[in-house]
């Protein structure tokens, strides 16, 4: 039986080896439903990747409270827009001094400014800097390290003092070829000293995040005087199990800081990072449906030049078919010869598509700035369509073969 099934296989590399550019063809109309298959998913697989990797920063056992988004209420038969009031610093210090639910830590923060301008020096940045309010909690709420340095601590934070903490970029740019620990920088005619440089984050859909500088929240208040800050309560919970009860708890602590009667609804919003996550990952499914949809029409096509080159080639091979039947062969014989060439053109043509794929995700994917990941899934996906194509396209031309009748055979010319 293995004798047999390896002579199969040396006819059918045989008969490739004369029917080479049609073969070649045929190998790659397969190879291009499998790239566009391979392709996408690659790229969807490192957008997960990346979004995954950049809002894991929050942490799974991290929520918020923000202002939430706009909501739209029925009044009187008309759509009456409710925009929700931002939150402000008296609110956020009344609940943050509320708020005792077992194993949290509540930290206060605020984007003070996006576009300072930084100097050290002679040296100054383009104003382009993102200037944040903290507390000595803020750093372990969002999932963020030094990699020099240290935190804020309780005592920075009580006496105002003016110590920062800076991004990555700064270690590339303005700190370059120094020691960032120590140094003075200025930020609008403030003095700062750096106490910490955060780890690299990298850049989310265009904006770095390590073009930043944190300072401590009251002197950021002192600085920014804008109207209407909105402020942000970061909340993390240090035991899962108890997120649920902690965040109902921290709604009811909200309401009341706020006066809310028990028939209004909240007008602030809870934002848990796994639902964020969970939220944008939710529609990358809808690119990896898109991929199939586009790789199913032109594997279809795929299916059928496979189909009509092995139904040509049991058409022309009809005498040789003849002779081998003559000579004792066994239909399951014939069938099984065709059905294995047929299946070789299949898996060369998914093979092909593997690595041209790959090597297109995996440009679109650098180019793009996302976190490149093997598509083990998406492999898996093309061998397992690249078999099936063989299967279904080459049960028809093996069955057409093992069924010719052997006499007719050999009058074919």
């Given at each position: 039986m293995?004798?047999l099934?390896?002579?199969?296989?040396?006819?059918?590399?045989?008969?490739?080896r004369?029917?080479?550019l049609?073969?070649?063809?045929t190998?790659?109309i397969?190879a291009?439903?499998?790239?566009?298959?391979?392709?996408?998913?690659t790229?969807?697989?490192?957008l997960?990747n990346?979004i995954?990797t950049?809002?894991?920063?929050?942490?799974a056992?991290?929520?918020?409270?923000n202002?939430?988004?706009?909501?739209v209420?029925?009044?009187?038969?008309k759509?009456?827009?409710?925009?929700?009031?931002?939150?402000?610093y008296?609110?956020?210090?009344?609940?943050?001094?509320?708020y005792?639910?077992?194993?949290t830590?509540?930290?206060?923060?605020?984007?003070?400014?996006?576009?300072?301008?930084?100097?050290?020096?002679a040296?100054k940045?383009?104003?382009e800097?993102?200037?944040v309010?903290i507390d000595?909690h803020?750093?372990?709420?969002?999932?963020?390290?030094t990699?020099l340095?240290?935190?804020?601590?309780?005592?920075?934070?009580?006496?105002?003092?003016?110590?920062c903490?800076?991004?990555s970029?700064?270690?590339k740019?303005?700190?370059?070829?120094?020691?960032?620990?120590d140094?003075?920088?200025?930020?609008?005619?403030a003095r700062?000293?750096?106490?910490g440089?955060?780890k690299?984050?990298?850049?989310?859909?265009g904006?770095?995040?390590?073009?930043?500088?944190?300072i401590?929240i009251?002197?950021?208040?002192s600085?920014f005087?804008?109207p209407?800050?909105?402020y942000?309560?970061?909340i993390?919970?240090?035991?899962?199990?108890?997120?649920?009860?902690?965040i109902?708890?921290?709604?009811?602590?909200?309401r009341?800081?706020r006066?809310?009667?028990?028939v209004?609804?909240?007008?602030?919003?809870?934002?848990?990072?796994?639902?964020?996550i969970?939220?944008?990952?939710?529609?990358?499914?809808?690119?990896?449906?898109?991929?199939?949809?586009i790789?199913?029409i032109?594997?279809?096509?795929?299916?059928?030049?496979?189909?009509?080159?092995?139904i040509?080639?049991?058409?022309?091979?009809t005498r040789e078919?003849?002779?081998?039947?003559a000579?004792?062969?066994?239909?399951?014989?014939?069938?099984t010869?065709?059905?294995?060439?047929?299946?070789?053109?299949g898996?060369?043509?998914g093979?092909?598509?593997?690595v041209l794929?790959?090597?297109?995700?995996?440009?679109?994917?650098?180019?793009?700035?996302f976190?490149?990941?093997?598509p083990?899934?998406?492999?898996f996906?093309?061998f397992?369509?690249?078999?099936?194509?063989?299967?279904?396209?080459?049960?028809?031309?093996?069955?057409?073969?093992?069924?010719?009748?052997?006499?007719?055979?050999?009058?074919?010319?």
């Amino acid at each position: 039986m293995l004798k047999l099934f390896k002579e199969n296989i040396k006819i059918a590399f045989g008969s490739i080896r004369t029917q080479i550019l049609r073969t070649i063809l045929t190998i790659l109309i397969i190879a291009i439903g499998i790239t566009a298959l391979v392709g996408i998913l690659t790229v969807v697989s490192a957008l997960e990747n990346t979004i995954s990797t950049d809002f894991a920063s929050m942490g799974a056992n991290t929520f918020n409270i923000n202002q939430y988004a706009n909501e739209v209420r029925q009044r009187g038969g008309k759509e009456r827009e409710i925009i929700n009031p931002i939150i402000s610093y008296p609110e956020a210090v009344a609940f943050k001094n509320k708020y005792h639910f077992p194993f949290t830590q509540t930290s206060l923060s605020f984007t003070a400014t996006s576009t300072a301008e930084v100097k050290y020096l002679a040296q100054k940045t383009d104003p382009e800097i993102r200037v944040v309010g903290i507390d000595e909690h803020f750093l372990t709420n969002s999932g963020l390290e030094t990699t020099l340095g240290r935190n804020f601590n309780r005592f920075d934070i009580d006496n105002n003092t003016y110590n920062c903490i800076v991004g990555s970029d700064f270690e590339k740019g303005l700190l370059k070829d120094v020691n960032p620990i120590d140094k003075i920088i200025s930020i609008r005619g403030a003095r700062f000293r750096v106490i910490g440089v955060l780890k690299e984050k990298g850049s989310t859909f265009g904006n770095s995040q390590d073009l930043r500088v944190l300072i401590p929240i009251q002197v950021a208040r002192s600085l920014f005087t804008a109207p209407k800050i909105n402020y942000t309560v970061s909340i993390m919970v240090s035991k899962k199990e108890l997120l649920d009860e902690a965040i109902d708890n921290a709604t009811s602590t909200m309401r009341r800081v706020r006066k809310l009667s028990p028939v209004r609804d909240n007008n602030f919003g809870i934002v848990r990072s796994d639902d964020l996550i969970n939220r944008i990952l939710g529609i990358t499914k809808y690119l990896g449906m898109a991929s199939w949809l586009i790789s199913v029409i032109t594997i279809l096509g795929s299916s059928i030049a496979l189909m009509n080159i092995m139904i040509v080639s049991v058409t022309e091979r009809t005498r040789e078919i003849g002779v081998r039947k003559a000579l004792g062969a066994k239909k399951t014989t014939i069938a099984t010869q065709f059905f294995i060439e047929t299946m070789l053109i299949g898996q060369m043509g998914g093979l092909v598509g593997i690595v041209l794929g790959i090597l297109i995700g995996f440009g679109i994917s650098t180019a793009m700035n996302f976190d490149f990941v093997i598509p083990w899934m998406a492999i898996f996906a093309a061998f397992a369509t690249s078999f099936m194509v063989a299967l279904v396209s080459g049960l028809y031309p093996a069955i057409k073969a093992s069924t010719l009748d052997p006499i007719e055979a050999l009058r074919y010319e």
